[in-house]
């Protein structure tokens, strides 16, 4: 057994001085939130990161996405196409939006949104869709533009799997009307808490800063219904520290991957994802996929009696889960459902160290 806890992540953390000397200041100017020096900084710097036009930081993800569907102004009762297989974050933000989620079955290939079923789920309430990057997994985004402009409709991604990703040598965060990130401290880039909304229309940023921030405009001018969404400077702080790294932090993600890779790939019974080509990949997870879900379960299990921590990421799919009841049980999302039983995501971090590494081979193979 492993002494010291393994989770499926560990928080990348800047040095203790490093991040000291960087909020040394609010105790000078005792600046801590309200859009400050260090948000506004943050935003330039993941710009130029990211290579996007525009963004708008936020308290969190979910927030982030919110807030985005919020801002394009759908009519109450519309429907967004999006995908099951994701965490429940996606689909509550659509539902807390007075919209209605309509469930797209996954590729086997990737797990992302199947873009082939998309154009059958369309109709006349249907205003946008929303489909997520999964585990880095690019979607199909050449497919999903066409349909979009085919059938006039908006296209938000999370993108929250895919901070700093490219494809086919553009920005991931650059595709559709809005992509939407999570810098939560489980990801790659992390804010402590926080994410953000990249988006191409610049009259979004005003939208979008009335949502994060009362609508308020001034001391006297409140111009828009809003809600308290803005990142603080403490998080701020954090981002532009983690910034730094950023680039080391996922060369040592990929080393770490490329460990998993030798060992598993060795194991007849299991499949290690494939990693397309064209993706500049961030290695913020690392997802293995069983015969069965029996098997799945007793990989999980014996890991956990050894102080590991895997997780079943996702499971049970967002459509199955408790709080829908049985509303969606009928809608045909086989290969979700499948992939959601069989599905588990190591432990990958940056400075998880090769025998650790070893360990988790090792009793996935004393199963398997």
Known sequence: MIEKPVYVTRSSLPAYEEYIEMIRPMWENHRLTNMGEYHQRLEEKLKDFLQISNISLMVNGHTALEMAIQAMDFPKGSEIITTPFTFISTTHAIIRNGMVPVFCDIKLSDFTIDENKIENLITDKTVAILPVHVYGNVCNYTRIDEISKKYNLKVLYDAAHTFGERIDDSSVESLGDVSVLSFHATKVFNTIEGGAVCFKD?????????????????????????????????????????????????????????????????????????????????????????????????????????????????????????????????????????????????????????????KVCNYIKLVC
Do not use: W
């Not at 532009?240 to 990929?254: G, S």
């Not at 039983?341 to 070893?358: F, G, Q, V």
């Open 202 to 358: 610049e009259k979004l940023y005003q939208k979008l800063y009335n949502l994060k921030n009362f609508g308020i405009r001034s001391e006297e001018i409140v111009e828009a219904v809003g809600a308290n969404g803005k990142m603080n400077e403490f998080c701020a702080a954090m981002g532009i520290c983690n910034l730094r790294h950023i680039r080391n932090e996922i060369k040592k993600r990929e080393n770490n991957t490329l460990y998993y890779d030798a060992r598993l790939s060795l194991i007849s019974d299991i499949t290690v994802r494939k990693r397309d080509p064209r993706i500049d990949y961030n290695y913020g997870y690392y997802p293995v996929l069983f015969v069965s879900e029996d098997q799945r379960n007793r990989v999980y299990e014996k890991l956990k009696e050894n102080n590991i921590y895997a997780r079943k990421y996702f499971y049970p799919i967002t459509s199955d889960q408790k709080c829908f009841l049985e509303e969606y049980k009928d809608v045909k999302l086989e290969n979700a459902r499948d992939i959601s039983k069989r599905i588990l995501t190591l432990p990958l971090y940056s400075d998880l160290e090769e025998c650790e590494i070893e």
